[in-house]
């Protein structure tokens, strides 16, 4: 064909180096195992990720003050809020997959998904 040249060793080397780099870009985002059980915080336009068997204390900011989110011994709970009526505190630990909390006035939003480890039993079903 007139017009196109041939493929030389470094344009073969440069190519293997981008599929190469591409390869290990993906297993270094998507490496992890899926089902490994992560606690999202939500709160006013901000996500925070973090393993189930994290320990952590995270301040998370709201309209109405801080709220404090304690994340240890692979369970999650609202350790405090500036909230009146505290329904958010008192909801108390969450540990499985699709368990969450919220506190509403704040804005703050605490679930867990993934399945983790041996919690896999329902808790309940909903028809």
């Known amino acids: 064909m007139k017009g196109t040249l041939p493929l030389k060793p470094l344009d ?20 992890r195992p899926r089902d490994a059980a992560q606690v999202f915080i939500q709160g006013e336009g901000r996500t925070w990720v973090f393993p189930s068997d994290a ?23 609202i350790l405090s809020s500036p909230c009146n009526n505290q329904i958010c505190v008192a909801a108390g630990h969450i540990h499985r997959q699709g368990q969450w909390v919220a506190c509403l ?11 983790g480890d041996e919690n896999t039993e329902l808790d309940s079903i909903a028809w």
């Open 12 to 31: 073969f080397a440069a190519i293997l180096f981008s599929a190469a780099l591409t390869v290990f870009s993906a297993f270094m985002v998507y490496g």
């Open 105 to 115: 006035p704040n804005k703050v939003f605490l679930y867990i998904e993934g399945t």
């Open 55 to 77: 320990e952590e204390t995270v301040s998370i900011p709201g309209p109405v003050g801080d709220t404090v989110v304690e994340i240890s011994g692979g369970r999650s709970r």
